[in-house]
């Protein structure tokens, strides 16, 4: 009361400069990549085995010090009764000591008694104290190492079901990899039960992927049929005497849509198919697959004014050729479509053999490609910005089914962005060692 409220936070004048320079900034773009935050250093950690090895080895040293303790008291205690028995008082007879310096008697042999049972006293503890310490520390130092032998022998197990872990998380679920088990045998004890636990949930994880894949292939085969009569309706349509230009326009658009729903349906059924083991494989030289791939993509990458170059060196390995074949096709088909455009595009083909492993290097003009989008275009149904593709007639497969077949073939796709726009993606198949 009586007393005039000022507001809390100043007012801005209308035109303060500082409001002004803050509206001029720029927006900071919503697609713009944010920096990570560097990964600390990792310390290196100190494994199970050797935090039970130095668990074992430091009880036993505190119980060994604990028994050294105990040890030396007694051996005090013993040697203060025996001096207070050999002390002289006024009853007993007086002593005579016959020394070298000659004969003591009185308080002069009782100090020369006292002082050789003092000097015998500290040679006697010295003794217990050094001894007892080294045997401790020899002793000690062989319970460590049995702890070690022993902590091994009890943690194997658990090494095993981590070797068993990785190998399946390290292999795509494609290569059979989810039919490993551990199938510990021993006592029924508590890592015995974690191992069966373990075998229990990738089985499970198992008959969930095979059910998945074969839910896909019927359910991909089973559109197929509906497909394929609708196409022979439209077509029988479109080729009646009395068929109207409308219906002939409206059946065009008809089979381009049913051409897209089958090419769908056939890259749902490969890619169900490439996600199974290759039983039987056959040798095939990739520079082959290269060169009829690349005749068969040149009519659709001159109707995309792309220039195709191949380079097919010798590259043997050993695979299902039809998927093979699909593999480079995506490759070279995802190249046309996604490239300039302006009469100066270009798509490169090559094959060879490095260290051991063939090599598939698929390499594009085009727009840019941001690095952080790459992983997401070998997922199914992803795609990149609609300005990328100069003709929009995929199923959003091709890479996934790419990296599916190269999965089951016992290889990996990596890509990375080119040097002036576009991608190149690599694909590394383990090469045919029985090929001359």
């Not at 490169?348 to 492993?357: A, C, D, Q």
């Amino acid at each position: 009361m009586g007393r005039t409220r000022r507001p809390v936070h100043r007012r801005r004048p209308a035109h303060d400069p500082q409001t002004a320079a803050q509206a001029r900034r720029p927006a900071r773009r919503r697609d713009h990549p944010r920096r990570r935050v560097p990964d600390p250093v990792r310390r290196p950690r100190a494994t199970l085995r050797l935090r039970l090895t130095i668990v074992y080895g430091g009880l036993f040293l505190l119980a060994g010090l604990a028994l050294l303790g105990v040890t030396f008291l007694l051996f005090e205690r013993q040697l203060s009764q025996y001096s207070e028995a050999r002390t002289p008082d006024h009853r007993q007879p007086r002593m005579v000591i016959e020394a070298e310096d000659g004969v003591l008697t009185g308080a002069a042999a009782a100090e020369w008694v006292a002082r050789q049972e003092a000097e015998i006293h500290a040679a006697a503890t010295t003794s217990l104290v050094a001894q007892g310490s080294i045997a401790l520390l020899v002793v000690g130092a062989a319970a460590t190492a049995s702890g070690w032998l022993v902590a091994g022998r009890v943690l194997g197990p658990l090494h095993r079901v981590t070797a068993t872990a990785r190998r399946i998380a390290a292999a795509p679920p494609t290569d059979g990899s989810l039919r490993h088990r551990i199938d510990l045998d021993g006592p029924d004890d508590e890592v015995k039960e974690l191992a069966d636990t373990f075998d229990g949930m990738v089985e499970r994880l198992d008959h969930a992927f095979d059910g998945q894949r074969r839910f896909v292939a019927n359910a991909s085969h089973e559109l197929r049929t509906p497909l394929t009569l609708n196409r022979a309706v439209v077509e029988l349509a479109m080729h009646r005497r009395t068929a109207s230009p409308d219906v002939i326009r409206l059946g065009e658009s008809l089979l381009q849509i049913n051409a897209r729903h089958e090419r769908l349906i056939t890259g749902l059924l490969l890619l169900a198919r490439s996600g199974h083991e290759i039983a039987e494989r056959s040798p095939v030289d990739v520079a082959d697959v290269v060169s009829h791939v690349v005749t068969q993509a040149k009519a659709e990458a001159d109707a995309a004014d792309v220039r195709i170059e191949a380079e097919p060196g010798p590259a043997p390995t050993r695979g299902d050729p039809l998927l093979l074949e699909r593999l480079v096709h995506n490759l070279v088909e995802n190249g046309v479509r996604h490239n300039t455009g302006d009469g100066t595009g270009w798509v490169r083909v090559t094959s060879r053999t490095v260290s051991g492993t063939v090599q598939i290097v698929v390499g594009n003009s085009g727009p840019n490609v941001p690095p952080y989008e790459i992983p997401t275009l070998f997922e199914p149904f992803r795609r990149l910005r609609p300005d990328r593709v100069v003709a929009d007639t995929g199923t959003g497969l091709g890479l996934s089914i790419v990296r599916s077949v190269a999965r089951a073939h016992g290889g990996h796709v990596s890509a990375v962005p080119g040097p002036g726009g576009g991608l190149v993606v690599t694909v590394t198949l383990p090469a045919d060692r029985r090929a001359p």
